[in-house]
T-cell receptor, first 114, second 113 residues
Framework: SAVISQKPSRDICQRGTSLTIQCQVD?????MFWYRQQPGQSLTLIAT?????????ESGFVIDKFPISRPNLTFSTLTVSNMSPEDSSIYLC???????????FGPGTRLTVL | SQKIEQNSEALNIQEGKTATLTCNYT??????LQWYRQDPGRGPVFLLL?????KEKRKERLKVTFDTTLKQSLFHITASQPADSATYLC????????????FGGGTRLMVKP
């Protein structure tokens, strides 16, 4: 398995501001993903974080709103830009060590936008 | 589009009994399927992975079955304990290379002493 940490664990932000969430893994991984879990809902994939290139976004998510970086095999950031109360969610990063293998999740970042 | 259904109603069982949770999907079969446990305010914890060519997988008190004809996976917890109370999520991967998961809505399990 992999040990995944996320920073911050939670935050309360004002409308119109941006927040950057960090995801750090204790070993090199093949793939990293970012998910969103809105209150009472299941997980929805935002994007695949690609090392050294632009992330691959799922339908309904765009780079201007959720810019993602992945400078190396163990670290990624997700920024939630120009936030509104609808962005209040838990944001989770996940990793896959080997293609076709198990996917492990970080503890999540709980974001509240006022 | 693919649809994944888990019973949205909570499952209440008595300690010591076997809990059985269901995950149904529509359209084409996934390459593999994963089950997770999620506690309130925490990220999902990986439990088991089963591939399309596997019928059954076991790990301690956990058992997963995968029926591609019925388009269904069953998740069993034997000798259930109050500590097993949580939400259980199934997630399907349709691409062996991509690993992108589509999640069901989850089923909340309550084990009463």
């Amino acid at each position: 398995s992999a040990v995944i940490s996320q920073k911050p664990s939670r935050d309360i932000c004002q409308r119109g501001t941006s927040l950057t969430i960090q995801c750090q893994v204790d070993s090199q991984v093949t793939m990293m993903f970012w998910y969103r879990q809105q209150p009472g809902q299941s997980l929805t994939l935002i994007a695949t974080a690609n090392q050294g290139s632009e992330a691959t976004y799922e339908s309904g998510f765009v780079i201007d709103k959720f810019p993602i970086s992945r400078p190396n095999l163990t670290f990624s950031t997700l920024t939630v830009s120009n936030m509104s109360p609808e962005d209040s969610s838990i944001y989770l990063c996940s990793v896959v060590l080997i293609q076709g293998g198990e996917q492990f999740f970080g503890p999540g970042t709980r974001l509240t936008v006022l | 589009s693919q649809k994944i259904e888990q019973n949205s109603e909570a499952l209440n069982i008595q300690e010591g009994k076997t809990a059985t949770l269901t995950c149904n999907y529509t359209n084409y079969s996934p390459a593999y399927l994963q089950w997770y446990r999620q506690d309130p305010g925490r990220g999902p914890v990986f439990l088991l992975l089963i591939r399309e060519n596997e019928k059954e997988k076991r790990k301690e008190r956990l058992k997963v079955t995968f029926d591609t004809t019925l388009k269904q996976s069953l998740f069993h917890i034997t000798a259930s304990q109050p500590a097993d109370s949580a939400t259980y999520l199934c997630a399907l991967a349709y691409d062996n290379a991509g690993n992108m998961l589509t999640f069901g809505g989850g089923t909340r399990l309550m084990v009463k002493p």
